[in-house]
T-cell receptor
Framework: QKEVEQNSGPLSVPEGAIASLNCTYSDRGSQSFFWYRQYSGKSPELIMSIYSNGDKEDGRFTAQLNKASQYVSLLIRDSQPSDSATYLCAVRDKGGGNKLTFGTGTQLKVEL | SAVISQKPSRDICQRGTSLTIQCQVDSQVTMMFWYRQQPGQSLTLIATANQGSEATYESGFVIDKFPISRPNLTFSTLTVSNMSPEDSSIYLC??????????FGPGTRLTVL
């Protein structure tokens, strides 16, 4: 069974610090990787996608992918209280037909 | 991008009854996805709904419990049948919009008493 694992947290960081969120996946055939943010009571929204090994930066967000280690991470620089949410890692495999497998999510709390 | 609406936004139902959730998308899409998010849990795919064919169900989900309709390229319904308290969840409709981005509807929060 394909699995995506995340530390449930909560991960607490002070405002202005770097938040580091991690995710591992079991299926070596996975090709597409996504980070979603979900505020309490809201639906998930996509914040980053990454497909190749290395780093991908978008504003304060950096996604990192290491396919050899089956590891994907999300860094949030200059964390703000508005970043407090649950971050879901999602993986899509080559034969998945657009099906995403989600991790359980990491709750991030950015403290003043 | 894709704009998705769902009805109802929330409901409280008695066990043994059924609820039909509607999903409307503002553009034509080939596949629509139905997810469930149980309290404190992540998203689990229930089924993929293609227009003009039977829905494809994931392991652990069956058509008798979660019948799906897909009458056209912008609309789908998910019915939760013979409900029990274990069905209390948020049900989310989802589509792919262009550039590999999956969009989610606002969700239907279901409580079964």
């Amino acid at each position: 069974q394909k699995e995506v694992e995340q530390n449930s947290g909560p991960l607490s960081v002070p405002e202005g610090a770097i938040a580091s969120l991690n995710c591992t996946y079991s299926d070596r055939g996975s090709q597409s990787f996504f980070w979603y943010r979900q505020y309490s009571g809201k639906s998930p929204e996509l914040i980053m996608s990454i497909y190749s090994n290395g780093d991908k930066e978008d504003g304060r967000f950096t996604a990192q992918l290491n396919k050899a280690s089956q590891y994907v991470s999300l860094l949030i620089r200059d964390s703000q209280p508005s970043d407090s949410a649950t971050y879901l890692c999602a993986v899509r495999d080559k034969g998945g037909g657009n099906k995403l497998t989600f991790g359980t999510g990491t709750q991030l709390k950015v403290e003043l | 991008s894709a704009v998705i609406s769902q009805k109802p936004s929330r409901d409280i139902c008695q066990r043994g009854t059924s609820l039909t959730i509607q999903c409307q998308v503002d553009s034509q899409v080939t596949m629509m996805f139905w997810y469930r998010q149980q309290p404190g849990q992540s998203l689990t795919l229930i089924a993929t709904a293609n227009q003009g064919s039977e829905a494809t169900y994931e392991s652990g989900f069956v058509i008798d419990k979660f019948p799906i309709s897909r009458p056209n390229l912008t609309f789908s319904t998910l019915t939760v049948s013979n409900m029990s308290p274990e069905d209390s969840s948020i049900y989310l409709c989802s589509v792919f919009g262009g550039t590999d981005t999956q969009y989610f509807g606002p969700g239907t929060r279901l409580t079964v008493l």
